[in-house]
């Protein structure tokens, strides 16, 4: 539910700022806005979901991003917003994320056992994937075509629903271990030394902030690639990026047979080989269908590397520690999302979208390369 509410929002936020504005590093500041979070606050917000309750914890803070998007939506519906009024619903939405993603992950391997982490994850992952990727940007982009401010009030309604059925699946898991007697700063620094001093984590948040960095690029800057070079708008966006996020649906339901067939290391080499590929794909054509395979086969890289890397996450972080240490992994990862978008803003003023997205991909396929060895060590030891 939350998932489908968070598609409408992937829509409707790039096309209201192509109506204020038409400054690409502007448009890409959305993405910088909804991931500064995890640069800024991923540390405190892990810290609080290993302490609090993690049912009553996930309720309040989706309750809290209902209002904020209805309050845009209810500005879009009588007023012009500001880019400045995105920005802030972006950050506080992503701030939400923060919360909600460590206390929901760290309960997965709290349900499902070691051997099953990799097909669990790549249900739990698709299904997110067909509310973010598939079915929201298609209603999305319909939705917003009717009217401008219909998405934020559906992705309202969304957190609404999600709060309690959230609430509902964690409240079975039993207590909580006992709260430590240090204060949230003593925990963010002991959980920061545990991530430092394992060299395994540390080699895979390298790779993966890479593949987020290039990823952010490209993606911050897709809709003035899809209006522009391609010719889309509205319901035609959402639906470019619907029919695309098949790839990703159908490798989350896969990856469990994917990863024990080839196991975690060639798993992520394939899925950052798929990706980078994708983007200098991307980069090459002007043409809508081949885009969208491009866009399906980068969708498709990204889904297996998501799950196999969280998978590892699982296993090598223990479970009282999960919420901190897995957001600080996360805060390198998704830390990298602003920069990237930063970047994808500033290649698209200098060179246009296509080069930037060939950029983008050379340099995911460089670094993949240069990590393979170290990658072996962390996948297979």
């Not at 790039?14 to 995890?38: D, K, M, Y």
């Not at 959402?238 to 029919?243: D, E, I, K, N």
């Not at 998704?334 to 920069?339: A, D």
Request: hydrophobic fraction near 55%.
């Amino acid at each position: 539910m939350s998932s489908l509410g968070d598609g409408l929002l992937v829509v409707a936020l790039p096309l209201l700022a192509v109506r204020i504005t038409a400054q690409p590093l502007l448009i890409a500041g959305i993405a910088v806005a909804s991931g500064l979070p995890w640069l800024l606050l991923g540390l405190p917000a892990g810290a609080l979901a290993d302490r609090a309750e993690r049912s009553l914890l996930v309720l309040l803070v989706d309750l809290v991003r209902a209002v904020v998007v209805a309050g845009l939506g209810l500005a879009v519906a009588f007023s012009r917003p500001t880019m400045v009024e995105i920005y802030a619903a972006a950050f506080l939405v992503g701030t939400g994320e923060t919360v909600v993603t460590a206390a929901t992950k760290a309960a997965v391997p709290l349900i499902a056992g070691p051997g099953e982490l990799p097909r669990v994850n790549g249900q739990v992952n698709a299904a997110e994937t067909a509310g973010v990727e598939f079915a929201g940007p298609a209603l999305g982009g319909f939705v917003f075509s009717l009217r401008a401010w219909l998405p934020f009030l559906g992705d309202a309604v969304s957190y609404l629903a999600s709060a309690f059925l959230l609430e509902r699946a964690t409240a079975h898991l039993g207590p909580r271990p006992e709260r430590p007697t240090t204060g949230i700063v003593a925990d963010m620094r002991t959980g920061l030394a545990w991530f430092a001093s394992n060299r395994r984590l540390r080699v895979l948040a390298t790779i993966v902030s890479s593949f987020a960095f290039c990823q952010s690029a490209v993606l911050s800057v897709l809709v003035i690639y899809a209006t522009r070079d391609l010719h889309l708008h509205g319901a035609a966006y959402g639906a470019l990026l619907s029919v695309a996020a098949v790839g990703d649906v159908t490798a989350s339901l896969l990856a469990g047979r994917i990863h024990g067939r080839l196991g975690p290391y060639v798993s992520i080499l394939v899925a950052g080989t798929l990706a980078g590929g994708a983007y200098v794909l991307l980069g090459g054509t002007s043409h809508a269908y081949v885009a969208v395979v491009a866009l399906a086969i980068e969708a498709a890289g990204s889904s297996l590397g998501n799950v196999t890397t969280l998978s590892l996450r699982q296993r090598l972080i223990p479970p009282e520690r999960f919420g901190l240490v897995s957001n600080a992994f996360r805060m390198c990862v998704l830390g990298m999302v602003p920069l990237g978008a930063l970047a994808g803003g500033v290649l698209t003023s200098a060179l246009g979208t296509r080069p930037t997205f060939v950029v983008a991909g050379i340099a995911q396929l460089a670094v993949l390369a240069l990590m393979a060895v170290p990658l072996r060590f962390v996948a297979i030891s």
